[in-house]
């Protein structure tokens, strides 16, 4: 658990009602932000919960945060024009069950899942939630839309370990085309998305 001081008072506030584990995983991805805002000489911001259920990040600033039972990720950076959202995720690297598969899978996705061999599909659907998951945080600070996984396309380069991702939602812009990439290690799957042109 954080120390004394390393959590503001209005954040503990922001998380008064909610459960042991999620007050233990806000004020940890916490204490990651504040040490990483600090690095951008950023002090004494309160990272507060939005309307949204978004974290509030500073003024010209772009952030994530992920959890699993086991590990909190936390990832900032200056807004630039190149660089409009960013969107961490982590998971088990385990096999995703597979009745999970149609509603997380277009039928593109789907035709590139049953193309390869039957050891991997089960973690490269894994891959499909987590990369979801991380290019719907990196677009919505900018577009403000809630998507679903059918929202999303991606096209994954598993030799690069590489992703881009096409927004299929209406009204979407044809150049907000997020694309990022991922990692095993430890147990965990990592996956990062950035987005410009949104």
């Not at 600090?38 to 010209?60: Q, S, V, Y």
Request: proline share 5%; with cysteine; aromatic share 6%.
């Amino acid at each position: 658990m954080p120390k004394e001081g390393e959590v503001s008072a209005a954040e503990i506030t922001a998380i008064a009602g909610a459960s042991a584990r999620r007050k233990r995983e806000f004020m940890v991805g916490r204490v990651l932000a504040r040490k990483l805002l600090a690095e951008l000489d950023i002090r004494d911001h309160d990272l507060l919960i939005g309307n949204d259920r978004a974290p509030e990040w500073p003024k010209g600033v772009i952030g994530s945060i992920t959890h699993s039972d086991r590990i909190c990720g936390v990832m900032v950076a200056h807004l630039s024009p190149d660089l409009q959202g960013i969107g961490l995720d982590v998971e088990p690297a385990e096999p995703l069950e597979q009745d999970l598969w149609d509603l997380l899978c277009t039928a593109k996705e789907s035709r590139w899942l049953a193309s390869l061999p039957v050891k991997e599909r089960g973690l490269m659907a894994r891959l499909l939630f987590s990369a979801k998951e991380a290019v719907y945080k990196s677009q919505y600070r900018t577009t403000r839309r809630f998507l679903e996984f059918e929202d999303v396309e991606l096209e994954v380069d598993q030799s690069t370990g590489t992703f881009e991702a096409r927004l299929l939602a209406p009204g979407m812009k044809g150049d907000c085309r997020p694309s990022g990439g991922w990692r095993v290690s430890e147990g965990f799957l990592v996956s990062l998305a950035t987005t410009a042109g949104c």
